[in-house]
Nanobody, 114 residues
Framework: QVQLVESGGGLVQPGGSLRLSCAAS????????MSWYRQAPGKERELVAS???????AITNSVKGRFSISRDNAKRTVYLQMNSLKPEDTAVYYC????????WGQGTHVTVSS
């Protein structure tokens, strides 16, 4: 059974940091490109960051310099480190795995507010 389970979300003040984790099971994690998406209230889901099977990363411009993505194939986990958080980063953050199939996690809520 394929599972992507995100964790690490929560309420944080502006300027704070969070690290999201996405634990994978049920498929060959190391063969899949991994990415983080987010969906803010009333907005479409958008790509935030991605990491290939070889470790190449891409970060969307709105979070470049503040967010980073990494993966640990031994732990079957992908991470999103979020620093200098802003209220506009408030969203549900989703983990996605893609190769021949595409899998999504259930999402974790991030709220940036004072």
């Amino acid at each position: 059974q394929v599972q992507l389970v995100e964790s690490g979300g929560g309420l944080v003040q502006p300027g704070g940091s969070l690290r999201l984790s996405c634990a994978a099971s049920g498929f060959t994690f190391s063969s899949y490109d991994m990415s983080w998406y987010r969906q803010a209230p009333g907005k479409e889901r958008e790509l935030v960051a991605s990491i290939s099977t070889r470790g190449s990363t891409a970060i969307t411009n709105s979070v470049k310099g503040r967010f980073s993505i990494s993966r640990d194939n031994a732990k079957r986990t992908v991470y999103l480190q979020m620093n200098s958080l802003k209220p506009e980063d408030t969203a549900v953050y989703y983990c996605r795995a893609s190769w021949y199939s595409v899998y999504w996690g259930q999402g974790t809520h991030v709220t940036v507010s004072s």
